[in-house]
């Protein structure tokens, strides 16, 4: 984020996706993992709280694989970013799929937390916090936008050593699973300082899962190890 710049976003970060828009939904291109995870997400979702009929916001939506099955599930969605290239081929993937209910905006999650407080049942934000700036603002802006007694679901990777060899070692350089760079150790963030962000931000911790990756079978699993990716739930106060 430049010093003229308000907005809690990193040029670099957007680029960087936004190049790749035109892949989001190959399910054999880089994104890959991100459909096969998607299930995983959804399910752990859904067991704690019922989407159907819910107001839905997926923060950080990118070309639209969370928005669009949380929508086919039966909620309300918005999906929003700040990539104009990832959300368009959202909007076009809803089109020619015919998903009901979803719609996408170009704007950072700060500002529609002022122009939308307390109005979202259900907010997520996947594998978001790790690109940007400030997550602790991310975390406040979500927070703000989900209704008393609503729920807010999270996923990034853990800061450590282990962390650094699977994510980013194993991940893009040795199994090729993501292109080379997508992540930066240094903004990973702990499970003890998203607990702070979620407590300052008046969110109750509910519950958290890990996630794992054999790469003999090529599948994700959710698990009790939060080392590496792991996601959590908390509801507003």
């Known amino acids: 984020m430049t010093a003229s710049s308000s907005v809690n976003a990193d040029p670099a970060e957007l680029a960087k996706f936004s190049e790749l828009a035109h892949r989001w939904w190959d399910t054999e291109s880089e994104f890959a993992p991100l459909h096969r995870i998607n299930p995983l997400r959804l399910g752990w979702i859904e067991s704690q709280v019922s989407l159907a009929g819910k107001r839905a916001l997926d923060v950080g939506c990118g070309g639209g694989i969370l928005a669009d099955s949380m929508a086919r599930q039966g909620a309300k969605v918005l999906g929003i970013d700040l990539a104009t290239k990832a959300l368009r081929v959202a909007q076009l993937h809803a089109l020619e ?3 009901p209910n979803v719609e996408y905006r170009e704007v950072s999650v700060e500002a529609l937390a002022i122009e939308q407080p307390d109005s979202f049942d ?4 996947m594998e978001m916090l790790e690109h940007v700036p400030d997550p602790g603002s991310v975390v406040r802006s979500c927070a703000e936008l989900v209704k008393p ?3 807010v679901f999270f996923s990034t990777l853990n800061r450590n050593a282990k962390s650094f060899m699977f994510a980013i070692v194993g991940a893009e350089y040795v199994l090729n699973l993501l292109p080379r760079g997508t992540h930066e150790y240094l903004k990973f963030i702990r499970p003890s300082e998203l607990a702070a ?8 911790w509910a519950e958290t899962r890990g996630l794992d990756y054999n790469p003999l079978l090529r599948r994700y699993r959710l698990s009790q190890d939060t080392s590496v990716n792991y996601l959590v739930a908390a509801r507003r106060r």
């Open 97 to 99: 799929a015919g998903t």
């Open 149 to 151: 007694g609503g729920w």
């Open 197 to 204: 962000f979620c407590r300052s931000a008046g969110l109750e």
């Open 122 to 125: 259900v907010v997520t934000c």
